[in-house]
Nanobody, 129 residues
Framework: QVQLVESGGGLVQAGGSLRLSCAAS????????TAWFRQAPAPGKDREFV??????????YYADSVKGRFTISRDNAKNTVYLQMNSLKPEDTAIYIC????????????????????WGQGTQVTVSS
């Protein structure tokens, strides 16, 4: 079992930057593959994949909407995963949620939410125009 706690969200103007953190506890985190998803405030909006990072940091995956603006990274010594978000846009406004799991991605692949067993509560990011 691993517990995930996100932080670093807030209100920022369009074009600004934020760095989100996801602190893990409970297990050796270096063996876990990790990801960020987001949940926009619009009713009926599905949880959206943002970025994923393999357990050895070799594999990185990004949604097309954030590619070139967001960077996922990890510091295993601190049991923490980060999401650096630059050039933020109003459409990036959402609750950002950290996820993690052990083992291979399998048929789900890194972009599907069912590829991850552990989830945080999320941190709110609001981008004003």
């Amino acid at each position: 079992q691993v517990q995930l706690v996100e932080s670093g969200g807030g209100l920022v103007q369009a074009g600004g930057s934020l760095r989100l953190s996801c602190a893990a506890s409970g297990r050796t985190f270096s063996n876990y593959r990790t990801a960020w998803f987001r949940q926009a405030p619009a009713p009926g909006k599905d949880r959206e994949f943002v970025a994923a990072l393999s357990w050895n940091s070799i594999g990185t995956y990004y949604a097309d909407s954030v590619k070139g603006r967001f960077t996922i990274s990890r510091d295993n010594a601190k049991n923490t995963v980060y999401l650096q978000m630059n050039s933020l846009k109003p459409e990036d406004t959402a609750i950002y949620i950290c996820a993690a799991s052990l083992g291979p991605y399998g048929s789900s692949g890194p972009r599907r939410s069912d590829a991850y067993s552990y989830w945080g509560q999320g941190t709110q990011v609001t981008v004003s125009s």
